[in-house]
């Protein structure tokens, strides 16, 4: 079963305009994780952010979390071309083994 | 430094069939987990071996199995192949148990199964 739902299914958006992904999610977690995914193949994992942080930066990303909401966003600043691609978000549990997936957001930017 | 390796890269197989996959985790790597990713969906846990012992399984039929070998290297093996086990299976590894959810996962770019 899903454990997150990202939000919207799909994006486009101009080069250079800001992108922002949402994800809510059901269970308590231990931490949530966001992945890119380019034409159906493997995934590439982009930032970690534990349940005990709020905010976190990795060039030009930025995901908050939200934990008395369940939810967390993806924000890609200053699209380019090469961002395009699906974008999902994964929860870890504490004492599982698994990650539990959303089901994506197609993001697409157009030159 | 080779990344996570997948083999094949894509496969046909008819209704009934039995299917192997591989997997090459980074070297150092001990963990191993197994994915499922149906076309528009997001993944869905199948194994996860660590020392070649297995040490989580998600929700699926016992047509599946998986091993871990000594140099952690792993098969997936589906018996008595559906239409419905048409999809992505990707592979993913980390150093130790618990730390590709704890720091993520290194993903291999996945066996594409195509059942007809």
């Known amino acids: 079963s899903q454990q997150g739902e990202e939000d919207p299914q799909a994006l486009s958006i101009q080069e250079g305009e800001n992108a922002t992904m949402n994800c809510s999610y059901k269970?308590?977690?231990?931490?949530l994780q966001w992945y890119r995914q380019n034409s159906g193949r493997g995934l590439v994992h982009l930032i970690l952010?534990?349940?005990n942080e709020r905010e976190k930066h990795s060039g030009r990303l930025r995901v908050t979390l939200d934990t008395s909401k369940k939810s967390s966003s993806l924000l890609i600043t200053a699209s380019r071309a090469a961002d395009t691609a699906s974008y999902f978000c994964a929860t870890g549990m504490d004492s599982n083994y698994q990650l539990i997936w959303g089901a994506g957001t197609k993001l697409i930017i157009k030159p | 430094d080779a990344g996570v390796t997948q083999s094949p890269t894509h496969l046909i197989k008819t209704r009934g069939q039995h299917v192997t996959l591989r997997c090459s985790p980074i070297?150092?790597?001990?963990?191993v987990s197994w994915y499922q990713q149906v076309l528009g969906q997001g993944p869905q846990f199948i194994f996860q071996?660590?020392?070649?012992?297995?040490?989580g399984r998600g929700n699926f039929p016992d047509r599946f199995s998986a091993r871990q070998f000594p140099n952690y290297s792993s098969e997936l093996n589906v018996n008595a192949l559906l239409l419905g086990d048409s999809a992505l299976y990707l592979c993913?590894?980390?150093?130790?148990?618990?730390?590709?959810?704890?720091?993520?996962?290194?993903f291999g770019s996945g066996t594409r199964l195509t059942v007809v």
């Open positions: 071996y660590y020392e070649k012992e297995e040490r």
């Open positions: 993913a590894s980390s150093l130790a148990r618990g730390q590709g959810e704890d720091y993520g996962y290194t």
């Open positions: 070297s150092g790597h001990k963990s």
């Open positions: 952010i534990r349940s």
């Open positions: 269970t308590s977690i231990n931490n």
